[in-house]
């Protein structure tokens, strides 16, 4: 059973607009989520996270919105840039700096 | 570099040979995890690591995975008798605290490992 679900595998955006990329999650445990960009034949770089007490996190072009109650999280980036296209995993852990539990990701692909 | 550190990238095996894997963290990085990524998955926790003391193992599918950090730093994994299914990228991540305390995890590049 996924506890992290990403259930678009794939998304297509033209540059200079917002993506949107969505994960869902069961476990209620759950208190701190984190974003992650992903290269071929390259580790997951960290992007963005947020924790539980908060609903609301932004770093430049990145933010995260968290709604607890739908047990569900977004990522939206805008502008969205060619450099931009990449894998895009969620992730989630209970207590904090435990092992991470990953969705399947989601293949963004920024159109110029 | 300052990143996490994995080597070799790359490593082919015939099955029934034994392989193992190192991670060089992030300096000052207490926690040390390994991750198995199969294709077109996520990334799947293996074991965990504060300091030296391996405190989780939970996810390291049999006894032929074995993972030691023994001075706090430098991890490795090892897989005894590989198996055609072990094939995978295995990634490490170093994390700067402690448990219980929310931090990010800083993956290195992985190992993709090919078993024939």
């Known amino acids: 059973d996924q506890q992290v679900k990403q259930n678009s595998p794939s998304l297509s955006v033209q540059e200079g607009r917002i993506s949107i990329l969505n994960c869902d999650y069961t476990n209620s445990m759950f208190d701190y989520f984190l974003w992650y960009k992903k290269y071929p034949a390259e580790g997951p770089t960290f992007l963005i996270s947020?924790?539980?007490?908060?609903d609301k996190n932004e770093d430049g072009r990145f933010t995260v919105f968290l709604n607890k109650s739908a047990k569900h999280l977004s990522l939206h980036i805008v502008p969205s840039q060619p450099g931009d296209s990449a894998v895009y995993f969620c992730?989630?852990?209970?207590?904090?700096?435990?092992?991470?539990?990953f969705g399947k990701g989601t293949r963004l692909s920024v159109i110029a | 570099g300052a990143g996490v550190s994995q080597s070799p990238r790359y490593k082919v095996a015939k099955r029934g040979q034994d392989v193992a894997l190192r991670c060089d963290p992030i300096?000052?990085?207490?926690?040390l995890f390994w991750y198995q990524q199969a294709l077109g998955q996520g990334p799947e926790f293996l074991t965990y690591f504060q300091n030296e003391a391996q405190l989780d193992k939970s996810g390291l599918p049999s006894d032929r995975f074995f993972a030691e950090r023994p001075e706090g730093s430098v991890s490795t994994l090892k897989i005894q008798r590989t198996q055609q299914e072990d094939s995978a990228v295995y990634l490490c991540?170093?994390?700067?605290?402690?448990?219980?305390?929310?931090?990010?995890?800083?993956f290195g590049d992985g190992t993709r490992l090919s078993i024939l």
């Open positions: 992730a989630a852990s209970a207590e904090g700096n435990t092992p991470l539990v």
């Open positions: 991540a170093s994390s700067r605290r402690r448990r219980y305390s929310n931090q990010p995890q800083h």
């Open positions: 300096s000052g990085h207490v926690s």
């Open positions: 947020i924790s539980s007490i908060k």
